[in-house]
T-cell receptor, first 116, second 115 residues
Framework: GENVEQHPSTLSVQEGDSAVIKCTYS??????FPWYKQELGKRPQLIID?????GEKKDQRIAVTLNKTAKHFSLHITETQPEDSAVYFC???????????????FGKGTLLTVNP | GAVVSQHPSWVICKSGTSVKIECRSLDFQATTMFWYRQFPKQSLMLMATSNEGSKATYEQGVEKDKFLINHASLTLSTLTVTSAHPEDSSFYICRATGTEGAEAFFGQGTRLTVV
């Protein structure tokens, strides 16, 4: 089955700096890669996702890059703010015909702390 | 976005008792429900996948007789932790998907503490 590795496990940055979280996956058939933000005791929130037919996607301060050959993808947060502090999870899955009933395999998470 | 309502948000139960967790899709038909477990400071681990009207498919290492999943309708799925023990204490969360092409949505999660 799919195996997703995520690094680093913890990341501390100063407000305004950039943060980068990296993930690798094992199954070359995986074609959907979402990123989730989870605050303590709350549900994960989808913040950005990318499909295997694109190499990069950006949404304001958040961007995701995908290297299919190397089987790794990264989350980039620019101009970090204290409210960005949370646990971030990457995930990978195989989807069919744009369907959403897919099984996600999650990375172990990264605790991001943005210091004021 | 669509809403998945999960209840209870937290529960404390005695060892040996059973606990039922509900997930309801409020404004869409949840054809597939995924149930996850998350231990403190760890990732979400998939326990089982259920399609409406069918038996759930459990991940390796998850006891199907201990974690009973019912998905009898398109708007409700339940997870019952039977004969709960302290090691079952965890954060349980559902994730529902609807028709093909629709985004998947998480419930709020349930913090289970077995004493």
């Amino acid at each position: 089955g799919e195996n997703v590795e995520q690094h680093p496990s913890t990341l501390s940055v100063q407000e305004g700096d950039s943060a980068v979280i990296k993930c690798t996956y094992s199954d070359s058939a995986s074609n959907y890669f979402p990123w989730y933000k989870q605050e303590l005791g709350k549900r994960p929130q989808l913040i950005i996702d990318i499909r295997s037919n694109v190499g990069e996607k950006k949404d304001q301060r958040i961007a995701v890059t995908l290297n299919k050959t190397a089987k790794h993808f990264s989350l980039h947060i620019t101009e970090t703010q204290p409210e960005d502090s949370a646990v971030y999870f990457c995930a990978a899955s195989i989807t069919h015909s744009g369907g959403s009933n897919y099984k996600l395999t999650f990375g172990k998470g990264t605790l991001l702390t943005v210091n004021p | 976005g669509a809403v998945v309502s999960q209840h209870p948000s937290w529960v404390i139960c005695k060892s040996g008792t059973s606990v039922k967790i509900e997930c309801r899709s409020l404004d869409f038909q949840a054809t597939t429900m995924f149930w996850y477990r998350q231990f403190p400071k760890q990732s979400l681990m998939l326990m089982a996948t259920s399609n409406e009207g069918s038996k759930a498919t459990y991940e390796q290492g998850v006891e199907k007789d201990k974690f009973l999943i019912n998905h009898a309708s398109l708007t409700l799925s339940t997870l019952t932790v039977t004969s709960a023990h302290p090691e079952d204490s965890s954060f349980y969360i559902c994730r529902a998907t609807g028709t093909e092409g629709a985004e998947a949505f998480f419930g709020q999660g349930t913090r289970l503490t077995v004493v």
